[in-house]
């Protein structure tokens, strides 16, 4: 809740949380609490595995916080990706595949138990009967969804689907590691954003786009704090440089970044980390109406 409260002090618009099985706090109840500490600041998980709950189950949680936060909830949604915790659990983790497939119908029959009438759906993997979800959401026919992918597939599927489109590294080895940092540079962030602009040509002037800053290093010093993060993760300074997953340098550079990267990529919406929240503050006040 003190995070919560800072974040919206600070002018950051959103907070968002994992959905994992790790040592954090459980996405619904904690950001139900953030947002009813808060005026303003909108709240979702980045993003709810559609595997670690029914659809039906999680529309009816989802909706019941958009009521209670009067319509400041964002649905992210995925296809899990994180293989720690379907072994931990006992989870089967499916081959991605299905998971995908699953994920879609999971998709749909959120949307469908927001919407005004009973609802039923006769997937492969769901089936709902004249089911009339309630409450409804504040925010109608449903909040805005928000999907994240790294690959052809999940990024075609939000060009179609979703509101805010999540542009991520590529998770298929199920942890992160050398594979996702080579995903994560310009040139692949150009063949990924391009994946969004061809599936959802005929409604990307209505999608918003949005990238995770993992690396972020507010200072003096641009080169410097591009090689300390290079050393540490293991790749050369010039990616971090120029990759959209950082962010480095003084608050003017970072300024000039952003809106060059909105300008290339279209990202509009960018999320650093809870420990990133004050130093970034200046980043969020200079932009703020630009």
Request: proline share 11%.
């Given at each position: 809740m003190e995070l919560a409260r800072r974040v919206e002090g600070n002018g950051?618009?959103?907070?968002?949380?994992?959905?994992?099985?790790?040592?954090?706090?459980?996405p619904v109840p904690a950001l139900t609490a953030a947002a009813a500490v808060t005026d303003t600041l909108r709240v979702g998980?980045?993003?709810?595995?559609?595997?670690?709950?029914?659809?039906?189950?999680?529309a009816k949680e989802l909706a019941t916080m958009d009521v209670l936060s009067n319509g400041r909830v964002e649905?992210?949604?995925g296809a899990g990706w994180?293989?720690?915790?379907?072994?931990?659990?006992?989870?089967?983790y499916d081959r991605a595949g299905v998971r995908i497939d699953r994920f879609v119908e999971g998709l749909a029959v959120i949307r469908g138990l927001m919407g005004p009438d009973p609802f039923s759906y006769d997937g492969e993997h769901y089936r709902?009967?004249?089911?009339?979800?309630?409450?409804?959401?504040?925010?109608?026919?449903?909040?805005?969804?928000?999907?994240?992918?790294?690959?052809k597939r999940v990024l075609s599927?939000?060009?179609?689907?979703?509101?805010?489109i999540g542009i991520n590294a590529t998770m298929s080895a199920g942890v992160i590691g050398p594979q996702a940092f080579d995903t994560m540079t310009a040139a692949a962030v150009d063949e990924k954003v391009a994946i969004v602009r061809e599936a959802g040509a005929h409604r990307f002037d209505d999608i918003e786009m949005n990238i995770r800053a993992f690396l972020v290093n507010i200072a003096d010093d641009s080169r410097a704090a591009a090689e300390a993060i290079g050393s540490m993760?293991?790749?050369?300074?010039?990616?971090?440089?120029?990759?959209?997953?950082?962010l480095v340098g003084p608050t003017s550079k970072i300024v000039d970044d952003l809106l060059e990267r909105r300008e290339r990529w279209g990202f509009s919406y960018v999320i650093v980390g809870m420990n990133d929240v004050e130093s970034f503050a200046p980043v969020v006040a200079a932009l703020n109406g630009r």
């Open positions: 950051y618009s959103t907070l968002t949380m994992p959905d994992h099985f790790d040592d954090q706090l459980a998980a980045l993003v709810w595995d559609n595997d670690y709950k029914h659809p039906l189950v999680l649905i992210g949604l994180m293989i720690a915790d379907y072994e931990q659990s006992g989870m089967p709902i009967t004249n089911h009339n979800g309630t409450p409804k959401p504040v925010q109608g026919p449903c909040p805005p969804i928000l999907i994240g992918g790294g690959g599927i939000a060009a179609r689907e979703a509101d805010i993760i293991g790749v050369a300074p010039e990616l971090v440089e120029s990759t959209p997953f950082a």
